[in-house]
């Protein structure tokens, strides 16, 4: 079992920055590849970034490459999102998943993901 609890989310103008925190409860987190998704209310959840198990290997989404940048601390169980040049478009809730099993990424597909934190709020607005 994994527990994630996301933290940071909030009200930003297009332009600023934003770091999200994900917590996992779980003695084994270091062994898990970590993955951040968004979701809009009435569209589908998508992938945003994935870290592999040491942070040696990165993954993002087209839309957020060179703006976003995904890190871990496996010390602390901790997983980041950080988020830099923010739009409009990048308001959303987001999440962070794991599949609680690979070390490696584990894909873009939100049925691979089995545990998911509570989701934080991320607004872009002027």
């Known amino acids: 079992q994994v527990q994630l609890v996301e933290s940071g989310g909030g009200v930003v103008q297009p332009g600023g920055s934003l770091r999200l925190s994900c917590v996992a409860a779980?003695?084994?987190?270091?062994?898990?590849?970590m993955a951040w998704f968004r979701q809009a209310p009435g569209k589908e959840r998508e992938f945003v970034a994935g870290?592999?198990?040491?942070?040696?290997?990165?993954y993002y989404a087209d839309s957020v490459k060179g703006r976003f940048t995904i890190s871990r601390d496996n010390a602390k169980n901790m997983v980041y999102l950080q988020m830099n040049s923010l739009k409009p478009e990048d308001t959303d809730g987001y999440y962070c998943?794991?599949?609680?099993?690979?070390?490696?990424?584990?894909?873009?597909?939100?049925?691979?993901?089995?545990?998911w934190g509570q989701g934080t709020q991320v607004s872009v607005s002027s």
């Open positions: 998943a794991t599949d609680g099993r690979n070390s490696a990424f584990a894909g873009i597909r939100v049925r691979v993901y089995k545990y």
């Open positions: 870290i592999s198990w040491s942070g040696g290997s990165k």
């Open positions: 779980a003695s084994t987190f270091s062994s898990y590849a």
